[in-house]
């Protein structure tokens, strides 16, 4: 299934500087993003989210951007912090009929160093 | 902050035999679903459950799986003859009517 596409396996950042994590999806069907972190042992928090209808979303030191047309989402994170470190998952959820909406397709993360 | 706990943390049980996981999630939330991720992979959809019942399983949600809210607060998912490939972490969710899903810290289950 790769419907949801995280082809950067990882990245290192410098604290203070900006974290990109980058998804790219296929279905045109699906019409909410969320991020979600991940550390060890622990699983997956809810970072941020953005409908289709918008094209960035922001809270704080996060901001996700959606450009439907090249089907892509990213998550910028300003500015990184060391216990930023950890795994970031980007998911979708499809309007398609009788999609269940908590039924998300998963990326297959992208783990975040941010170096002190 | 109100959180989804799961028991146990880590399952080891041999191939053939049944598998309860357990899970409470967060009290206000009507929605409840697992996921789970094989060691290496994605993090997968398996079921929804609303309303005491499934609105959605995956094809991987085969008859070897079934999905329980057998009193106000606890959800179970069953595996009643676990096989090897069935080895993973499993996480359980729950969510509002509208709103992001919340994740427990899942069960690590290993078949021998």
């Known amino acids: 299934d790769q419907q949801v596409k995280q082809n950067s396996p990882s990245l290192s950042v410098q604290e203070g500087r900006i974290s990109i994590l980058n998804c790219d999806y296929t279905n045109s069907m699906f019409d909410y993003f969320l991020w979600y972190k991940k550390y060890p042992a622990e699983g997956p928090t809810f970072l941020i989210s953005?409908?289709?209808?918008?094209d960035k979303n922001e809270d704080g030191r996060f901001t996700v951007f959606l450009n439907k047309s090249a089907k892509h989402l990213s998550l910028h994170i300003v500015p990184s912090q060391p216990g930023d470190s950890a795994v970031y998952f980007c998911?979708?959820?499809?309007?398609?009929?009788?999609?269940?909406?908590?039924?998300?397709?998963f990326g297959q993360g992208t783990i975040l160093t941010v170096h002190p | 902050e109100p959180e989804v706990t799961q028991t146990p943390s880590h399952q080891v049980t041999q191939m053939g035999q049944e598998v309860i996981l357990r899970c409470v999630p967060i009290s206000n939330h009507l929605y409840f679903y697992w996921y789970r991720q094989i060691l290496g992979q994605k993090v997968e959809f398996l079921v929804s459950f609303y309303n005491n019942e499934i609105s959605e399983k995956s094809e991987i949600f085969d008859d070897q799986f079934s999905v329980e809210r057998p009193d106000g607060s606890n959800f179970t998912l069953k595996i009643r003859s676990t096989k090897l490939e069935d080895s993973a972490m499993y996480f359980c969710a729950s969510s509002e009517v509208v709103s992001p899903l919340h994740f427990g810290n899942g069960t690590r289950l290993t078949v021998t």
């Open positions: 998911a979708a959820r499809s309007n398609a009929g009788g999609t269940s909406y908590g039924k998300l397709t």
């Open positions: 953005i409908s289709s209808i918008k």
